[in-house]
């Protein structure tokens, strides 16, 4: 799996959109981007993946670069519920399905 | 919408102990995984299952043991519980199939807290 890179905390007006980096430039073709969450002492919560093209659904929009070496997860009207950290992953589809969790982003949403 | 639940939110347990941990799915998952969560080491999986009766290591198995007898329910058994076992333990659950909203959109439960003193 690609490695990735994100900023280790973030703040964010309660409100505003959330804007999330990720940098993967090591990313193969076949490789898709996920994002998950994990709220203080609850599971890690699936949000969104995808390949090349941008994907939106009820939690979040997930933005790809054309080249596909870094994307952008948003929430688009934050709230005190969305303070969570959240990590982002390359990985290869059907990769054994094991799931490897580096650092994430520490979201703090602010009122 | 998946629910995953777990036995206990918060166990504590004493050394040399036999520990249980339960983990149901409602959604017919083929596969079940167990992951450990530490501070500065995130998520490492312990064990998972594609099947009923079927089990394989993950990264870091020595200490743990699983069951899998209905294709529900997952456990994680810690057959002498050691202070280093201390940990919060997350059961997941995810489809076995083609496309990638199947096999890599993991469903978490909330966690185990264990304690072991």
């Known amino acids: 799996d690609a490695k990735t890179t994100q900023p280790p905390s973030m703040d964010c007006a309660e409100g505003r959109a959330a804007n999330l980096p990720c940098n993967h430039s090591t990313i193969s073709g076949n490789e898709y981007v996920y994002w998950y969450r994990q709220i203080h002492s609850q599971g890690p919560q699936y949000i969104i993946h995808g390949l090349k093209n941008n994907e939106t659904n009820e939690m979040a929009s997930l933005i790809i670069t054309e080249d596909r070496k870094s994307s952008t997860l948003i929430l688009p009207h934050a709230t005190l519920r969305d303070t969570a950290v959240y990590y982002c992953?390359?990985?290869?589809?059907?990769?054994?399905?094991?799931?490897?969790f580096g650092g994430g982003t520490r979201l703090m949403v602010k009122p | 919408d998946v629910k995953v639940t777990q036995s206990s939110r918060y166990l504590v347990k004493r050394t040399g102990e036999k520990v249980f941990l339960e983990c149901v799915q409602d959604?017919?998952?083929?596969?079940m995984f167990w992951y450990r969560q530490d501070p500065g080491l995130g998520l490492r999986l312990i064990y998972f299952?594609?099947?009923?009766?079927m089990k394989e290591k993950g990264d870091i198995p020595e200490g743990y043991s699983v069951s899998r007898e209905k294709k529900e329910r997952f456990s994680l058994i810690l057959e002498s519980a050691s202070t280093n076992q201390t940990s919060m333990y997350l059961c997941?659950?995810?489809?076995w199939g083609s496309g990638p909203a199947s096999t890599d959109t993991q469903y978490f439960g909330p966690g185990t807290r264990l304690t072991v003193l």
């Open positions: 299952s594609y099947d009923v009766k």
């Open positions: 997941a659950s995810s489809f």
């Open positions: 992953i390359v990985r290869v589809e059907n990769a054994g399905n094991m799931l490897t």
């Open positions: 959604m017919d998952h083929e596969n």
